[in-house]
């Protein structure tokens, strides 16, 4: 079968049309300008007058109308129709294409196309739009130019550009509903920490006050009521720590935390940490000591955020630690590798108490993560110290890491660099 030369260039032509209009669709991300897009190549490859596009309204279980150049957006939108007893219904349904032309045919559904689209109609090519396997629409070009008939060929092209427009849409339609997704998502991150911030704000004027009172009567007390007020003060030391914990990761996840730079000597500062704990230590009969090299070593660092991760891990180590056993706290300079512009400080909490199991390692620093069951510990805590002291050190671009052996003790440490390096401007030759 010989070809008319004058069709096979109508041919190419097309098809370079085709190839054009998928390169559109495939880069455009709003469905308004991508069905406007889709309408206007069916109805330049398929030379018709008009074309317009339906999509499946999955709730009122009918197809509506998204977009027909004719009519207006309001007029548009009150046209849908049903599955059943329609042109376009039936192709959604069979999944298959379909032609309607006046000549020779019933024209009594065209007609009534016709009247509720708005526009005379003589004839009709309406393919499906088919994504993953699902009928999503139908595509439909009107009016063949000429008073022609459809041809195969206008078949074949049209199919070939539902398939291209079919994916376009899907692909918007799953980018929308993952930013939605999203969006929920945001909002209810935003209530709960909302809902941290608040609690969190209303609880620390009550435990002040608990605490406050607790400390005073106790200073007098008989010695039959001294063990029930340090009861209470434990308890509500305890309830402060989780507080501030939950209020700290919340503020961190906030992006609300500003790192507060001040160089200080890292041997003063443990000392006074050490300091504050040596009493616990006491009464629990655990060897606390610190060490620092070198002696007079500086570092630049948010002393407070140092000082809440140090604090946490001091705090697990002494509560891991049995009687008689040994808690250091250390700190030592560590020389920039190579590659590297500047050094680190490198804090550790080494133990010898009851240790973690090596398939455990990996999660403790997890939120609300805890070894056990939470009902079975000994102490308080929501498992979040180690989650608000990996999230301080990673804020002054740091790591933190923990080695453990159950039954020997435990290394918890971390590094930041001994300074953060210069702001963009402000900075010298080295600074990036
Ligand atoms: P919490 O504040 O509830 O203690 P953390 O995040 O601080 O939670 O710790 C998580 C878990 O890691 C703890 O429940 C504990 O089982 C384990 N852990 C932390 N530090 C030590 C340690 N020094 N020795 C043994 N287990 C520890």
């Avoid at 495939?26 to 007058?49: F, G, H, I, Q």
């Avoid at 007893?85 to 379909?98: C, E, L, N, T, Y």
């Avoid at 459809?150 to 539902?162: A, V, W």
């Avoid at 291209?164 to 939605?180: C, F, H, K």
Wanted: charge should be neutral; hydrophobic fraction near 40%.
């Amino acid at each position: 079968m010989s070809m008319n030369p004058a069709l096979a260039v109508d041919r190419v032509q097309r098809l370079e049309r085709l190839l054009e209009i998928s390169r559109v669709l495939a880069t455009t991300r709003d469905l308004p300008p991508l069905l406007k897009a889709v309408v206007d190549a069916a109805t330049v490859l398929t030379d018709s007058e008009v074309s317009c596009i339906f999509l499946y309204d999955p709730e009122a279980q009918q197809l509506r109308l998204e977009f027909a150049p004719w009519l207006t957006p309001e007029a548009t939108q009150a046209i849908s129709v049903p599955l059943d007893h329609s042109i376009a219904g039936q192709v959604f349904r069979r999944k298959r294409p379909a032609v309607l032309q006046v000549r020779g045919q019933d024209s009594r559904p065209l007609q009534a196309l016709g009247q509720q689209l708005g526009l005379p109609t003589r004839s009709v090519l309406a393919v499906p739009l088919i994504f993953r396997d699902k009928a999503i629409g139908v595509l439909k070009a009107m009016n063949k130019g000429g008073g022609s008939d459809y041809t195969g060929d206008d078949g074949s092209i049209l199919e070939t550009l539902s398939v291209l427009a079919a994916t376009a849409i899907g692909n918007v339609r799953l980018v929308e509903d993952v930013q939605a997704a999203y969006h929920q998502l945001s909002s209810l991150d935003q209530a709960k920490s909302d809902f941290i911030a608040i609690a969190s704000h209303e609880f620390r004027t009550p435990l002040g006050l608990i605490l406050g009172h607790a400390t005073f009567l106790r200073e007098g007390a008989k010695p039959e009521v001294l063990e029930q007020l340090d009861v209470i003060i434990r308890n509500a030391e305890r309830l402060k720590k989780i507080v501030e914990d939950l209020s700290r990761l919340n503020q961190l996840d906030q992006g609300t935390t500003e790192l507060r730079l001040e160089v200080f000597s890292v041997q003063e500062f443990l000392d006074e940490l050490v300091h504050g704990y040596e009493s616990t230590a006491t009464e629990r009969y655990i060897s606390l000591n610190d060490e620092v090299t070198p002696v007079g070593m500086l570092v630049e660092a948010d002393r407070e955020k140092i000082q809440i991760a140090l604090s946490n891990l001091l705090d697990n180590a002494l509560s891991f630690t049995g009687p008689g056993g040994h808690v250091l706290v250390g700190a030592r300079q560590v020389p920039a590798a190579t590659g590297e512009r500047i050094g680190w400080v490198e804090f550790e909490v080494v133990d010898d108490g009851i240790g973690i199991a090596a398939d455990k390692l990996q999660r403790i620093f997890d939120r609300f993560y805890q070894v056990g069951s939470h009902l079975r510990r000994r102490r308080g805590g929501l498992g979040l110290g180690l989650s608000v002291a990996k999230s301080m050190v990673e804020r002054h671009k740091g790591r933190i890491w923990a080695e453990s052996l159950v039954g020997k003790g435990s290394r918890f440490a971390f590094r930041v660099p001994e300074r953060q390096r210069p702001s963009r401007g402000e900075g010298g030759a080295g600074a990036s």
